[in-house]
Nanobody
């Protein structure tokens, strides 16, 4: 059974930093596409960042580029999201997700429908 468990959320003032962690277990394939999404109240789930567990290649949404960094520890099957220079508009529930890697196209587009497994989420609140 595939499980994803997020941690590290909390409340921080604007300009501050947080580091989210996602511990994965039970994924049957050696290569996967790990991603972070977020969802604010009344808004659609938004892709934040994605990493190819095999090549290490990364992709970021424009809204977080230069402020957030996704990384991984393959030995521990853990993916991280370092969030710096946080803004109030970053306030949301943050979710870790796993999508299938393909020889044909690599990792899928960073959209919720392309990711199969999800964690329960961790809340990030940024205040002025």
């Amino acid at each position: 059974q595939i499980q994803l468990v997020e941690s590290g959320g909390g409340s921080v003032q604007a300009g501050g930093s947080l580091r989210l962690s996602c511990a994965a277990s039970g994924y049957p394939y050696s290569r996967a596409c790990m991603a972070w999404f977020r969802q604010a109240p009344g808004k659609e789930r938004e892709g934040v960042a994605r990493v190819d567990s095999g090549s290490g290649s990364r992709y970021y949404a424009d809204s977080v580029k230069g402020r957030f960094t996704i990384s991984q520890d393959n030995a521990k099957q853990t993916v991280f999201l370092q969030m710096n220079s946080l803004k109030p508009e970053d306030t949301a529930m943050y979710y870790c997700a796993v999508g299938s890697w393909s020889w044909a196209w690599g990792c899928p587009r960073l959209s919720a429908e392309n990711f199969n497994y999800w964690g329960q989420g961790t809340q990030v609140t940024v205040s002025l």
